[in-house]
């Protein structure tokens, strides 16, 4: 049986120069990330909490942006299909998409909802407080069939559906999604959200945490054993070609009704997790749009989100990063038991 390593040894120049030809559809609930950094030095005397002394913010993709903004920036064409509200931060957030050259025709501005922002506090690089701004409202009727009709005629090599439960990804907008992989004989590959994966039928792969895979199969997934037992009740109950479970610093597991592989995590000193499954999400799927089979593009999306989680705050991976990440894991991989890799 192929090891996942194995399935991209010798071929990562020609994959990567493939990901400049591959047009990825990434459809979602849209999100700017707002870091406001400082020093707390002392205790409010209003409450026991630290008062911080902000000396800067940044603004960042988030959410399925995020997911486009990992695709852009390993060098994919990238459309986003979504909601932002008629407000400061909904235009700031199509500058951002612009300056990231992601192309913005299928996002919709839609009335009556507020831009979705996350706004984390930061002291001394450790996170204090995050506040979330936010409409998780389902979409109006009209602008369900508005940002379906957006995705009909789009040309693409694969499907991206980011689902973080903020009212973008209805069952209309999954199935326009899902339909338009069909129809362009593409991959599309969910990252989903809560327990009902059954709306996610006819995907091509789903890709849930540990907790979301528990939450949905009402198993335990924390093991390889578990996580495999888990994603094959998945299998069958979304009827998708692939699962993956990503269990954080335990690994990852890429499950198939005929094989299963389980991966070690590759994050040597982890900072900060925020937004490494929209990472290894965009990896995965852009080497699958490149042809990659489905045991080298979980290898390389490992890669891909081992190296976000070392960096600070939400990050994106190039593929002059990657590259090397990818030969590094290959000595690592030198140094495991064969058993680790093999298919069970």
């Not at 990657?322 to 140094?335: N, V």
């Amino acid at each position: 049986m192929v090891r996942p390593n194995e399935a991209i040894d010798g071929h990562w120049p020609a994959l990567a120069s493939a990901f400049a030809e591959q047009r990825i559809l990434v459809v979602g609930d849209l999100m700017v990330d707002r870091t406001v950094t400082g020093h707390a030095r002392r205790l409010s005397p209003e409450a026991p909490v630290p008062v911080l002394s902000a000396e800067d913010e940044s603004y960042s993709l988030g959410g399925a942006a995020n997911v486009a903004h990992n695709l852009a920036s390993l060098g994919a064409r990238v459309r986003l299909a979504g909601v932002v509200g008629p407000d400061d931060e909904g235009w700031r957030f199509l500058d951002l998409c612009r300056a990231a050259s992601i192309e913005t025709s299928a996002v919709l501005v839609c009335e009556g909802r507020s831009t979705t922002v996350k706004t984390r506090f930061v002291a001394h690089a450790q996170q204090v407080l995050r506040v979330d701004s936010e409409t998780a409202a389902p979409l109006a009727p009209a602008e369900e069939r508005d940002l379906v009709a957006r995705l009909a005629g789009e040309r693409v090599d694969a499907v991206i559906v980011s689902d973080y439960a903020k009212g973008v990804v209805t069952g209309g907008v999954i199935a326009g999604a899902i339909e338009l992989a069909r129809r362009r004989e593409a991959p599309c590959v969910v990252d989903p959200k809560g327990a009902r994966f059954a709306r996610y039928a006819g995907c091509t792969v789903i890709t849930p945490n540990a907790d979301e895979a528990e939450a949905a199969s009402g198993l335990p997934a924390r093991t390889d054993a578990e996580s495999e037992v888990a994603a094959r009740t998945l299998l069958e109950a979304v009827g998708c070609e692939a699962v993956v479970i990503t269990r954080g610093g335990l690994g990852l597991s890429l499950v198939t009704p005929q094989e299963a592989w389980h991966l070690p995590a590759q994050a040597r000193d982890v900072f900060d997790v925020a937004g490494a499954g929209d990472t290894l999400v965009a990896a995965f799927t852009l080497a699958l749009a490149a042809g990659a089979a489905l045991p080298g593009a979980v290898a390389l999306a490992n890669a891909a989100a081992g190296l976000v989680v070392q960096a600070r705050g939400v990050a994106v991976v190039t593929p002059e990063e990657l590259g090397p990440a990818l030969a590094a894991d290959e000595l690592e991989r030198s140094r495991t038991p064969v058993g680790r890799w093999e298919t069970r």
